[in-house]
Nanobody, 119 residues
Framework: QVQLVESGGGLVQAGGSLRLSCAAS????????MGWFRQAPGKEREFVAS????????YYADSVKGRFTISRDNAKDTVYLQMNSLKPEDTAVYYC????????????WGQGTQVTVSS
């Protein structure tokens, strides 16, 4: 089992940048695929980005492609989401999630961190 704690959210102006971090506790972090999701007020939670345990094959939602970058440091048991060129529509609670292996649902979730982008 793994526990996840996100940090790095905050208030930023449109066009600005933020870097989210998700620290994992537990064993064998490198065997977990990691994902970032977000949920805006009144909307369903949506996929943002994912990365395999090997740190290969990052994958992005079309809405963030070219602006966000997912990465991980397996030595630090941490996954990151670098968010550039932020837009007001990126405002949401951002969650990281983990799953064993590269496919399937994400059973492990963090508590979320708020990102607010002002226009």
């Amino acid at each position: 089992q793994v526990q996840l704690v996100e940090s790095g959210g905050g208030l930023v102006q449109a066009g600005g940048s933020l870097r989210l971090s998700c620290a994992a506790s537990g064993r064998a972090f490198g065997t977990y695929a990691m994902g970032w999701f977000r949920q805006a007020p009144g909307k369903e939670r949506e996929f943002v980005a994912s990365i395999r345990g090997s740190a290969r094959y990052p994958y992005y939602a079309d809405s963030v492609k070219g602006r966000f970058t997912i990465s991980r440091d397996n030595a630090k048991d941490t996954v990151y989401l670098q968010m550039n060129s932020l837009k007001p529509e990126d405002t949401a609670v951002y969650y990281c999630a983990a799953r064993r292996g590269d496919y399937g649902p994400y059973p492990y979730w963090g508590q979320g961190t708020q990102v607010t982008v002002s226009s």
